[in-house]
């Protein structure tokens, strides 16, 4: 049974270039989160998505952006990248009715 | 708001030496409450969780945590640490079931755990 997997596990971006990110999410599971995990930092909430919409957003700018599909894959954009941008994505699945999520191995975002 | 402390930033033990790795959390609502483990590279494994029942949660890798509602502490502990165990260690707080599903986790900011021979 397959985990959570994202692509690609690292990608270099310029300073003001676009990028999507990609994760397919664990067997069973309805729910999409993703996080930003910046170097030495706990794991930050970006937002959820559950039924092909988006649920809930954490503090984030309106440059992130995603998009579930009908199976339950998901998509992470950013636009207009900043420096600051990079940091592990790590994206999450997890079914409406139980307790706990499943982490991929993440996304490591370099912006130069 | 929730918000999650993890009151250590690097906690180096010896290999076989006990080890306690504290987190503390504040919440207006009934939480439920992780810890999870990252490995260099990697992303993150659950090590246990606490929804409700008996405080002390056993995890995998003989790793254990107790819910202290009063002190607002779920701190993590393991009797006898191998050097397999250096990583990061993260404690989470979620507001499970608001919504009927699955809530945000907020996240500390981490416990390295560095075992010596």
Do not use: M
């Amino acid at each position: 049974d397959a985990g959570v997997t994202q692509s690609p596990t690292h990608l270099i971006k310029t300073r003001g270039q676009q990028v999507t990110l990609r994760c397919s999410p664990k067997s069973g599971h309805d729910t999409v989160s993703w996080y930003q995990q910046a170097l030495g930092q706990g794991p930050q909430f970006i937002f959820q998505y559950y039924e092909e919409e988006e649920r809930q957003r954490g503090n984030f700018p309106d440059r992130f952006s995603g998009h579930q599909f009908p199976n339950y894959s998901s998509e992470l954009n950013v636009n207009a990248l900043l420096l600051g941008d990079s940091a592990l994505y790590l994206c999450a699945s997890g079914a409406s009715e139980t307790y706990g999520y499943t982490f991929g191995s993440g996304t490591r975002l370099t912006v130069v | 708001a929730q918000s999650v402390t993890q009151l250590d930033s690097q906690v180096p033990v010896f290999e076989e030496a006990p080890v306690e790795l504290r987190c503390n959390y504040s919440s207006s609502v009934s939480v439920y409450l992780f810890w999870y483990v990252q490995y260099p590279n990697q992303g993150l494994q659950l090590l246990l969780k606490y929804l409700s029942g008996s405080t002390l949660v056993k995890g995998i890798n003989g790793f254990e945590a107790e819910f202290n509602k009063s002190q607002t502490s779920f701190h993590l502990r393991k009797p006898s640490v191998h050097i397999s165990d250096t990583a990061e260690y993260f404690c989470a707080v979620s507001d499970w079931g608001t919504q009927g599903g699955s809530e945000k986790l907020v996240f500390g900011k981490g416990t390295k755990l560095t075992v010596n021979p």
